[in-house]
């Protein structure tokens, strides 16, 4: 079998999962890889796996590409068992989530670009990629001049500089900094950090099991968690597929993608097995079926995921 790639602490006994795709163009092989971890963490401990489609980004959408992605997985037998969540229907629920740290003082309104921030933060003494906090204590003439330019403001938490500790199966024991990040934007949509942790907790998600890429934003979700009396899932980041050179994997190579490869005369059954392959669990061309890989995962799953 191939050498391992992550290395996970004990399971839950049972953990309920889910792969939560942004529609923004076909899966790549590492998203389907990730997909395909995320389902043996869930199905090896006989529990349920949901797909969530996190649409909220509307700009960046592209029409058709949640029914391909869903075939995708469908193709890879990536089966899930409850009717699949589309973000962008369930908006009440992200305004119910607003309104609670609204009123427990934990919001303020923030007009600064993108710009003005990065602007700030490489100044001498600014923080590299963090809010300077220019808007966090405005005074009321400050606030009503602002409000009077016409200009819509975000929605940022008031985290007071939080530090908080969780823990990741895949690299252990985690600690950093809140920043007082954006829940609401200018354009009026939902931030991501603040629809996916209400969604997991509404789906009753107990294990979050996402790409390395993601290890850093899950400090702030904890932080929203707490605030909002939610519990707090289990996290395993995972590393991202990278290609030959190194290079993380995009959705614009066409070539790394499902389609792509049945294009290159790689059938779905080959390229399910390249997945398993790649975290360890068969051979390179190995075909192996969902009670054999779900065994394999699960005898392995004790010590380590290769």
Known sequence: MAEGLIQLAPALARSNGRFAPSPTGPLHLGNLRTALIAWCCARSTGSGFAIRIEDLDRARCRAGSAE???NDLTALGLEWDRPVVVQSERTA??????????SNGLLYECWCTRAEIREASSAPHGAANRYPGSCRDLSAAQLAKRRASGRKPALRVRAEGARLQFFDRAGGEQEGAVDDFVVARQDGAFAYHLAVVVDDAD?????????DDLLDSTGAQCWLQDQLGLTRPSYVHVPLLRDESGTRMSKRDSSVTLGGQQQLSVSADQVRSKLIASIGLCDEGEQIDDQELLSRFNSILVESIP
């Open 93 to 102: 629920l992200y305004a119910d989530a607003l309104g609670q740290l609204r």
């Open 203 to 211: 789906q009753s998600i107990d294990e979050v099991v996402r790409g």
């Open 68 to 70: 391909q992605q869903l």
